[in-house]
Each structure stands twice: as C-alpha cells, then as structure tokens.
C-alpha cells in the first residue's frame, strides 16, 4: 500500500517536474530570442561564434536613415491614436446600451461584434482590401486606421459591457431626475465613473493595433505602412543588407511596443490581451 | 437591473437603442458588406462560368494542395499548444504571485506578434545561432541544424505565439471554475488527478473546444511566419499565401476571394466538427451552490 503510494508520488513529482522543466525551456528560449536579437543590432561583425567580434551603436542610426523610421514612427502615432479615439467613439456607446438594454436582435448583434475577434484577420482581410481598393481608400493611411477599427471597435465592447455593468442604474435615474437628458448623463455620470474601463480599453486597443500586422500589411500604401509592416519588409528582404540594421529596427519596434505594454499592464490583468471570448453573463430578465 | 429597464421599454421608442447605430453600421459596411462582396466577386470569374475560380483552385497544382499544407501545419500546432497548456494551466489555477509572473512573461510573445517572432528565430534558431552553437558545444547534435527556412521553422513559430494564446485563454478559463467543487471532491477522497478527470475537465470541455477552435483558426490563417521561416515557394506554401498571390502579385481580386472563402470555409468545417464533438460531453453550470 504504501509502496504504491510513493510510486504514486514519485510519478506525479516526475509529471510536475516535467510541465516546469517544458515552461522554463519555453520561457528560457523566448528571453534568448530577444537576447540574440538585442546583442546583434549592437554587434559590429557577428559570425558563427558566441559573442560579436566588437560592439556598435551605428546600426541604429543607419536603420532609422534605412527604413525612413521617423516618417514610419509618425504613420504608426497617428493610425494607433486615431483607432483608439474612433473605436472608443463608437464603441462606448454600442457597449452601453448591449449592457442596459435587452431587445430584439441583441443575439445577432453581439454575434457581429464577435466574429471579427474570432474570424482571423487575413481571412476578411482581403475582400475588405478589394472593397478599399474599390472605393480609393486602400494605400491611404484612412484605410489603414479603417480596416484596424474592425477589430478594435468591437474589442472595446468586449472590454467595455462589464465595467458598465458594475455602475449602479440608480445614478442614472438619478441624474434623469433632475433633469439630465442623455447626452449630459453620458458625459457627467458615466464618462466620469468609466474612467477605469475606458482607460484599460483604450490601453489594449493601442497594444493591439501597435501589432496588428495582417490588416495593415493588406491595406498599406508605401507612404501610409506601420512599423510592424515595415519590419515585415525589411526582414523580408532581409538578403541585401547587414541582419544587424533589421535587428536594430526590430529592436526599436520591440521597445515601443513593449513600453505600451509595460503601461498596460499596470492597468489590466494579462489574460484580457487575449480576446475574451467568455460569454458575459446575461442579466436575468 | 431589468425592472429599471422595464418602465423605458414601454416607452414607444427607447432612445438607448440609437448609440449601437454606429458600431453596428461600422461593422455592416466594413466586415459584412467586404464578406458579401467577395462571395459575389468570387462567383463572377475574369473568364469562364460562375464556379471557374473554384474549379481553377481544385485543378491547379500549386493551389489546392495548399489546404492540405496549412492542415499540416495548423492541427499539429493547435494540437501541441492545446496540449501543453492545458496541464500546465492546471498546475498554475492557484492564484499566486508566481502565476502573475508566468502571465505577465507569456503575454510578451503575444504582443511583440509574429513578424518580430520570425527575425528573432532567424537570430536565434538559424544555423550559426545561439541554440545551434549550443547543441553543437554540448555534443547534443552534431549535424547540421536547419531550424529555419522550412516546415520545423514554421511549426516552432505557431508554437512560440500560438502556446501563450492557448494558455491564458485556459488559465482564465480554469480560474473561472469555482474552486468550492474540488475541494468538496478532495474532501471526499479525491486526489488532484482524480480532480482533473471528473470536476475539472467536464466543465472546461467547453472552453477548451473553443480554445481548440480559436488556436485552429490562428494556425490556420498563418502568414508572416510561412513566410519569412519557412520555404513559400515549397512545403510552407500555405493557403493565406496562395490567396495574398493572387489579390496583390496576379491581381486577380476574383480568385483571391474565391481563395479567402475556401479557407473561410475549412476553417468553418473544423471548427464546427470540434463544437460538435463537445456536444457529447457534459454540458452544466460551472458554479456550485446557488447559481
């Protein structure tokens, strides 16, 4: 008896040191990724030994001159920023009245706000690029910040429905009595007490687009392309030049996007990066 | 919360209801509208009857064998990060500071996305790079080792952004189950395996056939990482490839949605097989007591 007991223990001590031994090979070999990259941007020659013949800071001077990073950087401030503010404009409201209101065709709305976080990108993103084509909108940077508000809008929603939830309807009723109409109970009830929400909102919004590829990358012109899509290019044709200037680009990606993601994470909990899918509780009618 | 409803609804119009009008147009126009569009567009060829793009794409050698290609790809790696995160969630369900250590390291793959995941791994998994100096210092392997620029190249990548998807959409969905039922269960007798196989999985059947089939869909749709670590002209030609060709090297926005609805399309069939499958287990509340 208690022999099979400890061949019990002794296998659930080897399964355990398994699962930890397979997260830290994972985790390990993630940092040494982001290491390999980080030592070659600074390496002046690195061939084939464990560490670079000298160090340098030259490639990234010659890969902000390369890539045009300023234009690029500047392309990515303004698409990032204009589908945070877009997305919440439309998003916020939408997610007030799924959150308040039951009527008829909630289901299928709450379906169309889902499915572009489940449909994968490349998939719609390229009868949308034909669409945007038609209409002159592909290659500009509107098309660009247009076909990243579809899934950042309803990402918002998501994110947005159970923070409204929380808030008491008795202040909205409230404020009616005395006289507020909606717009002025919006703006000086909820705004105010959403403040939490729409910050963890916008904060993963912004991650997200930050590195969206797919759907940037189909509706991209040369003038109007992300950092991420530039990235893609210059390791793409990563042959005709030196691995350390794509490395340094890379780098510089790396850092802006995990800034963002350091500030973000102050606020939300990691596991809402990943959309959520769980399906919200409904009130009990 | 309905009863402060109830009164509005009486109403003749509720007023509420015009703030979803924006998003729900936006998303008209820009999600169902495009969709629409290209099942038309895929139906009226450049030449030929309305079915010529889908029998082009089934007759032509370097399209169709691109399904299977990208099932190659995809099962295996839906399979390996399901797999994996999966046990690995289980052990880490406990709230603990080291669990939002774990979270918060994982969650970095996910946001730095695929394109940065390729130039690392070609840094880091290419011939001269660190993991292969390494091996070939231990004596582990003493070939040549070619991580890069083929299938391997391509499967490793679905891993490394495919596995932290898998496992915090788990996690959260394991910390969702009261851990009230299997503390009844261990008062009973039961041990953590015996937890896991009655309590546990029943319950999380559910959540991992839809974790299954978003981590399916993922791998699915792959397109950065087939290109820039694998081989795209040979055994990583997967089918978000062939449709990009045809939409921005050939122009032939026709096929290109024809090939975008195909893999719409098999990607509906699997995941509608997995929901199917879950629907022969258990279905029930995950929350004990008084629901």
Known sequence: MSAMRNAGTLLDRAWRGLLLGLMTLFVVNIGLMIAAVATSSFAKRWLGTWLPDGWTTTWYTAAWKEFQLDSVLWVTVQVVFAVVLLALLIGVPAAYTLARRDFRGKKPLMLLFLLPLMVPPITYGIPLATVLYKVQLAGTIYGVILANLIPAAPFVILVMTPFIEQIDPNLESAARVFGAGTARMFWHVLVPLLAPGILAGSLLVLVRTIAMFELTFLTAGADSQTLVVALYYAVFAAGVRAPQSVDAMAMVYMAVTLVWLLIALRFVNPTQLVSRVKEHPQAVA | ?291
């Open chain 2, 1 to 291: 919360m309905a009863t402060a409803a109830a009164p509005l609804a009486r109403e003749p119009f509720d007023r509420a209801l015009l703030l979803v009008i924006p998003a729900g147009t936006f998303m008209v126009l820009l999600f169902v509208y495009p969709f629409l569009y290209g099942l038309w567009l895929s139906f009226t060829p450049k030449e030929g009857g309305a079915l010529a793009n889908y029998t082009h794409f089934f007759t032509t050698d370097n399209l169709w064998p691109t399904i299977w290609t990208t099932l190659r790809l995809a099962l295996p790696a839906t399979l390996i990060n399901v797999g994996l995160a999966l046990p690995i969630a289980f052990k880490m369900r406990v709230k603990s500071p080291y669990q939002r250590w774990v979270t918060t390291i994982l969650v970095v793959p996910i946001t730095l996305g695929t394109v940065l995941i390729a130039e690392g791994m070609l840094t880091y998994f290419g011939p001269k790079g660190w993991l292969a100096q390494f091996l070939h210092f231990v004596h582990l392997y003493d070939g040549p080792i070619r991580l890069t620029h083929n299938y391997t190249g391509v499967l490793i990548s679905l891993v490394i952004s495919g596995f932290p998807f898998a496992f915090l959409l788990i996690l959260s969905y394991i910390t969702g189950i009261d851990p009230g039922l299997a503390r009844a269960a261990a008062t009973l007798g039961a041990n953590p395996r015996a937890q896991f196989r009655h309590i546990y999985l029943p319950l999380l059947a559910p959540g991992l056939a839809m974790c299954f089939c978003l981590a399916f869909v993922q791998a699915f749709s792959v397109f950065p990482s087939a290109v820039l670590l694998g081989s795209p002209a040979g055994p990583t030609r997967v089918i978000s490839i062939a449709a990009y060709e045809a939409a921005f090297e050939v122009y032939d926005y026709s096929l290109a949605s024809a090939i975008a609805m195909i893999m719409g399309f098999v990607q509906f069939v699997i995941v509608a097989a997995v929901l199917g499958l879950r629907n022969l287990f258990y279905r029930g509340p995950m929350i004990g007591g008084k629901g």
